[in-house]
Nanobody
Framework: QVQLVESGGGLVQAGDSLRLSCAAS????????VGWLRQAPGKEREFVATITYTGDAYYADSVKGRFTIVRDNAKNTVYLRMTSLKSGDTAVYYCAADLRRWPDEYNSWGQGTQVTVSS
């Protein structure tokens, strides 16, 4: 398994931007598909975005056009660039990784980082 640590969360206003980072340990990070998921209070965890080990990205409809996921394998890091933030984006954001290209469940998880968007 790979170890994951998220950072970059915080309190922002609606319309602001934020970049989350997911730093991974291990020399085989480039072989992992990495996803971002989020969980708002009282709601189930939901998919946000994923980037495969081949570099293909996929987004939830709710964030498409506002969020961008990129990876830097040299730094063992995946970033989630979030723009035009809305109050509905408020949640704990988790990064997760798996060796499968399109996992339905991820094998490794970070501890999460809080994003709060005030309206």
């Amino acid at each position: 398994q790979v170890q994951l640590v998220e950072s970059g969360g915080g309190l922002v206003q609606a319309g602001d931007s934020l970049r989350l980072s997911c730093a991974a340990s291990g020399r085989t990070f480039s072989r992992y598909t990495v996803g971002w998921l989020r969980q708002a209070p009282g709601k189930e965890r939901e998919f946000v975005a994923t980037i495969t080990y081949t570099g293909d990205a996929y987004y939830a409809d709710s964030v498409k056009g506002r969020f961008t996921i990129v990876r830097d394998n040299a730094k063992n890091t995946v970033y989630l660039r979030m723009t035009s933030l809305k109050s509905g984006d408020t949640a704990v954001y988790y990064c997760a990784a798996d060796l499968r290209r399109w996992p339905d469940e991820y094998n490794s998880w970070g501890q999460g980082t809080q994003v709060t968007v005030s309206s």
